[in-house]
């Protein structure tokens, strides 16, 4: 039974290029949530997303992010011109319902040069 | 706001003493408290859910108990292995909330 798959697990990005950030959920789950986390830091909200649809967006930048989960395939998170202060390891969750415990991915450690 | 704060911020112990870690939260109402791990350079790791004052649960060495403003992760006689940040997090009740995380404690068990 897999668990949530996030790829890659590392990244590399000169400042002004983009950054996609891939997470396949649990096997069941239709609920994905984004998460940032700096060093030292705790996990901060960013987005929350079922198939098709963004249900809560308000912990996401307004400007250069974005994400979808599609109808067929995986979530992405989107980082336009990528700046320094975007390093920061990405984590993705899902759950079965918006109403239980959340299971995370191993991360994206992003770092931009 | 929800909030969650967890103390200690470091806690080190040797092998087999046994100590508590703290979460404080302040939620209008809760639907769930939940405890995760996190090892160096990996994602959260579930632990427990804990859904009303006095509920407990257990797990090897580690037990969650839980009032109604704070919970506690006890860990009876450790082991260098249990060394980790434990997370916690609290999700208000009604509809659909976002969960809210603590900074975590870091615990180091020394052999």
């Known amino acids: 039974n897999a668990g949530v798959m996030q790829n890659p697990r590392h990244l590399v990005r000169r400042r002004g290029q983009e950054a996609r950030l891939r997470c396949s959920p649990m096997?069941?789950?239709?609920?994905v949530y984004w998460y940032r986390q700096l060093p030292e830091e705790g996990l901060k909200f960013m987005v929350y997303?079922?198939?098709?649809?963004?249900?809560?967006e308000s912990g996401m930048p307004k400007e250069r992010f974005s994400a979808e989960f599609p109808k067929e395939g995986p979530s992405i998170l989107r980082i336009q011109q990528v700046v320094r202060g975007d390093s920061a390891a990405y984590f993705c969750?899902?759950?079965?319902?918006?109403?239980?415990?959340?299971?995370f991915g191993p991360g994206t450690r992003l770092t931009v040069t | 706001e929800d909030q969650v704060t967890q103390s200690p911020e470091a806690l080190r112990l040797q092998e087999g003493e046994s100590s508590s870690l703290n979460c404080s939260y302040t939620?209008?109402?809760?639907?769930?408290l939940f405890w995760y791990r996190q090892d160096p350079g990996k994602g959260p790791e579930f632990l427990f859910t804990?859904?009303?004052a006095g509920e407990e649960k257990e797990k090897e060495r580690l037990k969650a108990t839980l009032t109604k403003k704070e919970s506690f992760l006890h860990i009876t006689a450790p082991k260098p292995e249990d060394s980790a940040t434990y997370l916690c997090?609290?999700?208000?009740?009604?509809?659909?909330?976002?969960?809210?995380f603590g900074t975590g404690t870091k615990l180091q068990v020394i052999p």
């Open positions: 969750a899902s759950s079965q319902w918006s109403t239980h415990e959340q299971y």
């Open positions: 096997k069941g789950h239709s609920h």
């Open positions: 997303l079922q198939k098709e649809n963004i249900i809560d």
């Open positions: 939620v209008s109402g809760l639907r769930g």
């Open positions: 804990l859904y009303s």
């Open positions: 997090a609290v999700q208000a009740a009604g509809g659909y909330q976002k969960v809210t």
